[in-house]
């Protein structure tokens, strides 16, 4: 940590300013302004505008605080740009020269799979260390949000969109062509064994389990606390500020946000490949459709249309919505094979699965297969499954993570990891035990000879097979094919917000990109997806994904060194608060010996529920006037403190924010924030309500109620804090860096998103 110096002569010390005067520029000594007797008057209204009682402050976020309105962001053109060039011109290589693409993507991905397959696996399994470390450490309660911060969506709403967003619809196509495909032709050892049938579902669980979930919650909870904790845009960048400091504003930032581009657009594309390929052949079945290109375009277009009316209406409407009613729907397709099937053999079979699941995860997570046989063959299938799944999983990481925290706000670190990593993969571990037993037993009971062939060779019918030998058939696949449409289109408007995100200059953390930007993105993904299906298939939109997760597994570690570094810097931030409580308490052992009286009136404080006429009359008459006092006196030492006040429009009270800038480390912040609050069954009078004035910092609310403290009790919590800040500063000195890693981010004028 740099040494902080308030009285560093280079310093331009800001005008000092008298507190008669609201804040004019005033020549008179502060310290005398102190000692005279100022009047108790009513401070004017401001109409809502931030103004300065002491010090000097120029409003640069609009002329009202608490606005509802959020303001569209700009286009970053060097991102946009760069971006879709790139896109747009392998969208062109990929269809006019078919042979020439395809070849170049199947050497790279070999090349990639024999050199850095290892690199792979290693990245995932650091990712999934790192987050369990996070949930289980202290740290796991400081909330993506200020401190009083709570979840905007309930449980249910949050664990749909947690599925939705970062599952597609390959989930319906991997459920029964993966387990076939691994009792057929196992990584190692004879296939068609009851060792190859134990473990061909517990393979599919493995590729979709808590590894890539993982990699979700390690980009969602670094975009959460940057944005919604320091402040700081929800971007890519934003993450990547303690490592690279100012740097993350020039080219170096655009580069890794052109990074996160290319791996989203691909990680979207490969499951919108693999989803339009399955739908085709449900439309084939319902409605007799020829297979091809001509169908596969027509898919792509509608559901490109309806992604985009859906990311167009926001997050609170379209995808909610339509999140939930995917949920509904899988659910009861689930419920259908359990009940129609082999209930009690599936009942068996995810008991086992989930024992193997737990016993194998260990040494499969670190599997390279270094020591096999067939260097070849086993070669051939960790490209083919575990280093396509963990690509596409990294690809997927940002997009899915920005979205994840987008939707996170006010829960804690081990709630959000512990939601992550459990809610969906439960959904997962019971639909892939379903589907993917279900298919197995048909294989194994050699009652269906050709459904095998056809669940490994052409996997995109595989599942509508299964269904076909079940009552209602026609039904169900029709139920199947909506289901596997809603998935397609919440991998899609999600995908399209988020990249509308990444090309924007974000500068407020409920912004969302513009809706032109958001259409223009769902479109290109649609064209991109097509020109790849053109050239091979699902093989050519793999070797895609593999090759662009590469450069982003980079990033996963930058972030993680980034995220711990800011981590570290809340538990030195608690450890200060222990370290200062001590010179707290001996401050109030030098006091006269009180009144006997005085506790009379401190049981009338704690007993006391202000109205909103008394909570003004207490803030203006009597708060103000401490905190300019601390003010005055600051200044008067070299510290460049300012005090500032507004009318809050919800509760139409005004705020007090003291804060002191203390060079390149983490400014001091004092806010009084008035709230309302439900009035207790015992209070007298009639009122529904009372207000509380709760003291806030840079991280949210500190929980306690100091309304109806004398001057000296309010400057003294000032200073308790400062002290406590202070202890904080001295104790960051032996990490690196500065102690703020927010960007000199403004703090949080209203919270009034958590209010």
């Known amino acids: 940590m740099a040494n902080f110096d308030p009285h560093d002569p280079e310093a331009s010390p800001t005008p000092r300013r008298s507190p008669q005067t609201g804040g004019s520029e005033a020549a008179a000594s502060p310290l005398k302004t102190t000692e005279t007797k100022r009047p108790r008057r009513p401070l004017k209204k401001s109409n809502y505008q931030v103004r300065a009682l002491v010090g000097s402050f120029k409003a640069e976020t609009g002329p009202e605080v608490g606005s509802g309105e959020v303001p569209v962001p700009k286009t970053n053109w060097p991102v946009f740009i760069i971006?879709?060039?790139?896109?747009?011109?392998m969208a062109l290589y990929a269809g006019l020269g078919r042979e020439s693409a395809a070849n170049t993507l199947a050497n790279v991905t070999a090349w990639i799979g024999t050199n850095l397959g290892w690199f792979y696996v290693l990245t995932a399994t650091i990712a999934v260390v790192f987050v369990l470390y996070i949930a289980f450490s202290n740290v796991g309660d400081i909330r993506l949000g200020p401190?009083?911060?709570?979840?905007?969506?309930?449980?249910?709403?949050?664990?749909?969109?947690?599925?939705?967003?970062?599952?597609?619809?390959?989930?319906?196509?991997?459920?029964?062509?993966?387990?076939?495909?691994?009792?057929?032709?196992?990584p190692v050892g004879e296939g068609e064994t009851m060792e190859a049938a134990k473990e061909a579902v517990v393979w599919a669980m493995f590729h979709y389990g808590i590894t890539g979930w993982a990699l979700y919650a390690l980009m969602g909870m670094a975009f959460g606390y940057f944005a919604y904790r320091l402040n700081m845009p929800l971007a890519?960048?934003?993450?990547?500020?303690?490592?690279?400091?100012?740097?993350?504003?020039?080219?170096?930032?655009?580069?890794?946000?052109?990074?996160?581009?290319?791996?989203?657009?691909?990680?979207?594309?490969?499951?919108?490949?693999?989803?339009v390929v399955q739908l085709s052949y449900g439309f084939h079945l319902i409605f007799g459709f020829e297979q091809g290109l001509g169908l596969q375009s027509a898919l792509i277009i509608i559901a490109v249309v309806i992604a985009t009316l859906s990311a167009v209406s926001g997050v609170d409407k379209g995808i909610r919505f339509l999140s939930e009613l995917n949920v509904?729907?899988?659910?009861?397709?689930?419920?259908?094979?359990?009940?129609?099937?082999?209930?009690?053999?599936?009942?068996?079979a995810i008991t086992t699965n989930v024992g193997d699941?737990?016993?194998?995860?260990?040494?499969?997570?670190?599997?390279?297969?270094?020591?096999?046989?067939?260097?070849?063959?086993?070669?051939?299938?960790?490209?083919?499954?575990?280093?396509?799944?963990?690509?596409w999983w990294i690809a997927w990481a940002?997009?899915?993570?920005?979205?994840?925290?987008?939707?996170?706000?006010?829960?804690?670190?081990r709630q959000f990891i512990f939601g992550v990593l459990t809610f969906p993969f439960?959904?997962?571990?019971?639909?892939?035990?379903?589907?993917?037993?279900?298919?197995?037993?048909?294989?194994?009971?050699?009652?269906?000879?050709?459904?095998?062939?056809?669940?490994?060779?052409?996997?995109?019918?595989?599942?509508?097979?299964?269904?076909?030998?079940?009552?209602?058939?026609?039904?169900?696949?029709?139920?199947?094919?909506?289901?596997?449409?809603?998935?397609?289109?919440?991998?899609?408007?999600?995908?399209?917000?988020?990249?509308?995100?990444?090309?924007?200059?974000?500068?407020?953390?409920?912004?969302?990109?513009?809706?032109?930007m958001r259409i223009f993105w769902s479109v290109t993904v649609g064209a991109l997806t097509l020109a790849l299906l053109q050239i091979d298939g699902i093989a050519t939109v793999q070797?895609?994904?593999?090759?662009?997760g590469l450069p982003f597994a980079v990033v996963i570690y930058l972030v993680m060194f980034s995220l711990w570094k800011s981590l570290r810097l809340e538990s030195v931030q608690r450890e200060a608060r222990q370290t200062a409580l001590h010179g707290a308490i001996s401050g109030r052992t030098e006091l006269a010996p009180e009144n006997g009286d005085r506790w009379k009136s401190r049981l009338d404080r704690v007993n006391s529920y202000p109205t909103k006429q008394e909570m003004d009359s207490y803030l203006r008459e009597t708060a103000t006037f401490a905190l300019e006092k601390v003010a005055v006196q600051m200044r008067a030492r070299g510290y460049d403190a300012v005090l500032l006040t507004s009318e809050l429009p919800d509760v139409e009270l005004p705020q007090l924010d003291l804060q002191v800038t203390l060079e390149h480390e983490r400014k001091f912040r004092y806010q009084l924030f008035p709230i309302t609050a439900e009035s207790p069954d015992f209070t007298p009078g009639d009122d529904d309500e009372y207000y509380r004035l709760e003291v806030y910092d840079l991280t949210g609310s500190l929980g306690y109620d100091v309304y109806g403290y004398s001057e000296n009790q309010l400057i003294n919590n000032v200073l308790d804090l400062y002290e406590r800040h202070l202890a904080f500063l001295y104790m960051q000195q032996t990490q690196p860096g500065d102690s703020d890693v927010s960007d000199g981010a403004e703090p949080e004028p209203t919270w009034q998103e958590d209010s």
């Open 83 to 89: 971006s879709s060039a790139l896109i747009i011109a």
């Open 147 to 186: 401190d009083h911060s709570r979840p905007k969506f309930n449980t249910f709403s949050w664990a749909s969109m947690l599925f939705a967003a970062g599952i597609g619809v390959d989930l319906m196509f991997f459920a029964v062509a993966e387990p076939v495909t691994m009792y057929v032709a196992p």
């Open 236 to 275: 890519i960048r934003s993450a990547l500020y303690p490592l690279i400091g100012k740097r993350v504003h020039g080219p170096v930032g655009d580069a890794v946000d052109i990074a996160a581009m290319l791996g989203t657009v691909f990680g979207v594309t490969a499951s919108l490949g693999i989803g």
């Open 328 to 348: 509904y729907l899988a659910i009861a397709l689930m419920i259908y094979i359990v009940v129609f099937g082999k209930t009690a053999y599936l009942f068996d």
């Open 357 to 391: 699941y737990i016993s194998k995860f260990p040494s499969w997570t670190m599997e390279t297969f270094a020591f096999a046989d067939d260097q070849a063959s086993t070669g051939e299938w960790m490209q083919a499954w575990t280093l396509f799944f963990w690509a």
């Open 398 to 413: 940002t997009f899915v993570g920005l979205f994840l925290a987008r939707i996170s706000r006010g829960r804690t670190l």
């Open 426 to 516: 439960l959904f997962i571990l019971m639909w892939m035990s379903f589907f993917g037993n279900t298919a197995l037993d048909m294989v194994r009971s050699g009652e269906y000879p050709d459904f095998a062939e056809a669940a490994v060779n052409t996997p995109e019918q595989g599942f509508y097979d299964m269904l076909a030998e079940f009552p209602a058939s026609g039904v169900v696949i029709f139920l199947t094919t909506f289901i596997g449409l809603l998935l397609y289109i919440t991998s899609a408007d999600s995908g399209a917000l988020v990249m509308s995100n990444f090309t924007s200059k974000i500068t407020d953390s409920r912004q969302d990109g513009p809706r032109w």
């Open 543 to 548: 070797s895609a994904t593999v090759v662009m």
